[in-house]
């Protein structure tokens, strides 16, 4: 063989490119022909199309990208879906905010011109998306790229809305919504951020019509009494029982209004008397349908009061009205009290401006029927959340849900397949558009304005993707998909209503497995956001550290169930294990120069050999286990371990016996094991660590097939992931293994405390107990033993009479005698010894007494008390080595 050499110093902007086109070409990113193996399938969670990947992206998607390339080297045909959301609001808001800068806006430009510049500047940004997630190194089977206004998935959410309302499960109907007076648009109750808000509760005396006398009310929101229909009270508050069914004057309008119970009012807020505004809270609009009051809009699409309130109000913001009504109330001596109060106020998501309860004409999904199929698919183990505690969000939603407002008031989106026709009333949902039906000719019809919720086509992305409604090849092979990656903030909004529609349409849910990440936070725990200014952008990670140490961190840090703190730094973990791989993988490749291949199977194994083996095979065992529960950092863990202490650290540092002995073709034999060992790890390492990893094996001698019989393939993506080997599995050799690691490292331990440099080789004897099963495998190893420990001259002793003057390290079954007293200043370890245990009593000392005090036991936190009793273990530990080996520097 000739030696390679790789680079000295790593650096992956030399072939992250390079690599990833070179996969794009191979074709590995779509699935193989083979119909008789069960697809792995998912579904990208769709980004929006002019939107960036932030760190949220960069973990969700890191994590189906392992997924994908796993089941790739399964041999299963993998198919990952990719694509983007049109996202309404926010894309609209993105244009809007253009069209200001230039000095115009939409309504200047008209729908259909509006419309045609979004299109543009969806052209635009969606290339930077989609090479985000190339630069990322995700293996997305591009071919099959859809968004979700293509024409395609633009006639199937044409025929789910038809179909849902042929099936009387859409509805169009005058309801409270949550309105954006900014975005001017309906927004789903899932699309409403609730958060606490300081505010203040008002105290206002309703005056009653006949005789003297009033009733107090108690409101957060004084500007909409300008709509009240009526007051309230509960029906066994025995303070208004004789007040029921009086009427009382509006203060501030000319109109009277009754006083009725109800058993929602909650005697304890306020002053147990509520005022209904029907038209402004939904609790109030229900209260006003049990007690057929009026409803009365103050308010105008954008947040003004309206002709609906006395003239003095009108076309004043919500907050200038507040302020108002408030000053006229107290000069009219209708404001009683006022105090702080501290409530939940409902946000846009998207935009951030206080939800106004708003009563508009809307279309509906009613949601309960498709509700209940969605929660039995639960029920009977059609979808499994990982983790398991994700399940009680998604079942309380369905249990607890109400119908889906779909329609918004924007440019931008699908537009309602509903036409009017004003002069007969009548309305036409159809799949075609009537205006171009013969059947409709002569007739003035007028399509609804406004577009649906853009959750309305997210929600059959797993089916619509695949070319439903036509039965496609796709669709049969592919749907239901396997599994999905997402966030627990969309598990309503999303997830539950791909369940229901996947169930609705196609018979099945949409998946088996949902996988929720942890939220990505920074290492203060709080969630990354603009306004704090702690977002990491995943392409910076990538430029700094390359998009393998991007993966590899995030992956290693994802405990299932946790939320994932992170800063720029954390990063350096993947990148220094990439690192490491490159430079033993140099090393390696530098000495093959005359060496000659051994085909394994004319390999004979040394213990050595058997246990990297073993190790590799556990390995492997490891990683198959935790990609089976979707445990992404004990498969991350599980790697590192093993290629860097186990590998680098222990197999290629015993190899040097070999490669530096004098025997060719011991030469020969154990050169060609590393190989063996690296190919099989770099398909190992493959998911985690993609773009290294390929690099790497094309560096590899073409003449080297893997050891496990398994095929060369021309590209790593598509090689044979490593199989589990029974007869590789040796746990003798493991447990023996693991006591000349035990030895070597308490010489190395000794070496440490004593600061004996390397070059200086310690003496020693080994003593075994009687029963020590690993005796002879440490007699057999005695060479390596003493390359690995620094040892000059090693002996076997029976009993303890070398000890003296000896330094004693001992471990599971043996002790070690270690002549040191010639290499170090024994006055002066002594005395540095004594101090040692000195300032360990005292700490032990206060310790106990701290136990030992019956408040602290009793008062003290659980994990206070136990970390305490921990610490008196470890310092109870390190006086006993600390004893003993004082014992054997002052032994005569």
Known sequence: MKAAELAKTFDHHDFEDRVYEAWRASGGFRPDEDGSRDPFVIVIPPPNVTGVLHMGHGLNNSLQDILIRYYRMKGRPTLWVPGTDHAGIATQNVVERKLREEGTTREELGRDEFVERTWKMKEEHHSVITKQLEKIGASCDWSRERFTLDDGLSRAVREVFVALYERNLVYRGEYLVNWCTSCGTALSDDEVEHREVNGQIWRVRYPLVDGPGSIEVATTRPETMLGDTGVAVHPADERYAHLVGARVRLPLTDREIPIVEDSF????????????????????????????????????????????????????????????????????????????????????????????????TQWFVRMQPLAEKALKAWEDGEIVFYPRRWENTYTHWLRNIRD???????????????????????????????????????????????????????????????????????????YPTTALVTGYDIIFFWVARMVMAGIEFMGAAPFRDIYITGLVRDIHGRKMSKSLGNGIDPLDIVDSYGADAHKFTLAYLSAQGQDVPIETESFQLGSKFANKIWNATRYLLMNLGGRT????????????????????????????????????????????????????????????????????????????????????????????????????????????????????????????????????????????????????????????????????????????????????????????????????????????????????????????????????????????????????????????????????????????????????????????????????????
């Open 265 to 360: 009012v909650d005697r304890e807020f306020g002053t147990g008397a509520v005022k209904i505004t029907p038209a402004h809270d939904p609790n109030d609009w229900a209260m006003g349908e049990r007690h057929d009051l009026a409803r009365i809009n103050v308010l105008t699409a954008a947040g003004l009061i309206n002709e609906n309130a006395p003239e003095k109000y009108r076309g004043m913001t919500v907050k200038e009205a507040r302020k108002a009504v408030v000053a006229d109330l107290e000069s009219r001596g209708f404001l009683v009290e006022v105090k702080d109060h501290v409530h939940q106020i409902g946000h846009c998501y998207r935009c951030d401006t206080v939800i106004e309860p708003w009563q508009s």
């Open 597 to 892: 291949p051994v085909p394994f199977a004319e390999v004979t194994l040394d213990n050595v050999d058997r246990w990297i083996y073993h190790r590799l095979n556990d390995t492997i065992a490891r990683m198959d286990a935790a990609m089976a529960e979707y445990r992404f950092n004990e498969a991350a863990h599980g790697v590192y371990e093993f290629f860097w202490n186990d590998f680098c650290d222990w197999y290629i540092e015993a190899s040097k016996l070999s490669l530096y002995a004098e025997d060719d073709r011991e030469k020969d034999r154990k050169m060609s094991l590393l190989l063996y060992v690296l190919e099989e790890t770099m398909r190992l390492l493959h998911p985690l660590m993609s773009f290294i990893s390929e690099e790497i094996y094309g560096q590899l001698p073409d003449t080297l097939q893997p050891a496990d019989g398994t095929r060369r393939s021309p590209v790593l993506m598509t090689a044979a992931f490593p199989r589990v080997h029974g007869e590789r599995s040796n746990e003798s050799v493991a447990a023996s293994f693991a006591s000349l690691q035990e030895l070597v490292r308490g010489v190395r331990t000794v070496r440490s405390e004593f600061a004996i440099p390397p070059v200086r080789k310690i003496d020693a004897s080994v003593r075994f107990e009687a029963d020590f099963a690993s005796a002879q495998f440490i007699r057999s190893a005695s060479n390596l033993i003493t390359m690995l420990a620094g040892i000059g001259a090693l002996e076997f002793v029976e009993d303890e009479d070398r000890r003296a003057g000896s330094i004693t390290a001992v471990g599971t079954g043996f002790e070690v005698y270690l002549d040191v007293r010639a290499l170090i200043d024994v006055d002066t370890e002594v005395s540095r010894i004594e101090r040692a245990i000195e300032k360990e009593e005292r700490l032990l000392l206060q310790s106990t007494r701290k136990l030992s005090s019956e408040g602290f036991v009793a008062k003290a936190k659980p994990e206070v008390v136990a970390r305490e009793r921990e610490r008196v273990r470890e310092t109870e530990n390190r006086l006993e080595r600390l004893r003993r080996v004082l014992d054997d520097l002052t032994r005569s």
């Open 404 to 478: 889906w407002c779909i329609s918004r008031q924007l440019w931008w989106g699908h537009r309602i397949p509903v036409w009017y026709d004003d002069e007969s009333g009548d309305v036409i949902v159809s799949r075609t558009d009537p205006t171009e039906d013969p059947a409709y000719a002569g007739r003035s019809l007028r399509q609804d304005p406004d577009v649906l919720d853009t959750w309305f086509s997210s929600w059959i992305w797993p089916f619509s993707t695949l070319g439903w409604p036509e039965q496609t090849p796709d669709l049969d092979r592919f």
